[in-house]
């Protein structure tokens, strides 16, 4: 700070960056779909045989590792009723992830759209 007051004293401006901003270039910016990391998935899940079978497969042929599985019943639902399920990935590409939750959203198993949020890694 004390040289940021002398070089004001000297009437000398250096750039704020140590570069001029004229010689900044644009950045460009990451596709979210080359993003890697784990993933939470929440999926409500139609209480039928072979329902989860199918969403399991349907990662594993988009090559995603499942960390966690947690589903929770609510008592005698019937085939009827979706319940929660939620699935913790390991690490994989966003693009990977999409293309694997369009599938499983178009087998029918699922009630409503699939539910993602990345995991980022500190």
């Known amino acids: 700070m004390i040289s940021d007051i002398v070089d004001i004293a ?3 401006m250096p750039p704020v960056f140590g570069i001029a901003g004229s010689d900044l270039e644009a950045s460009r910016q990451a596709a979210m779909r080359a993003h890697a990391g784990g993933y939470y998935v929440r999926l409500n899940v139609f209480d039928r045989p072979g ?15 499942l960390e966690s599985i ?17 699935i913790i990935t390991h690490e994989t590409m966003e693009e990977r992830i999409r293309e ?12 409503g759209r699939p539910q993602m949020i990345r995991i980022e890694k500190a």
Do not use: N
């Open 100 to 111: 694997a939750l369009a599938r499983v959203e178009a087998d029918g198993h699922i009630e």
């Open 70 to 86: 947690v589903q929770k019943g609510r008592g005698d639902t019937g085939t009827d009723k979706a319940l929660p399920v939620t």
């Open 10 to 12: 000297r009437g000398r």
């Open 51 to 65: 329902a989860f079978a199918q969403i399991a497969t349907r990662m594993a042929e988009a090559g995603i590792s």
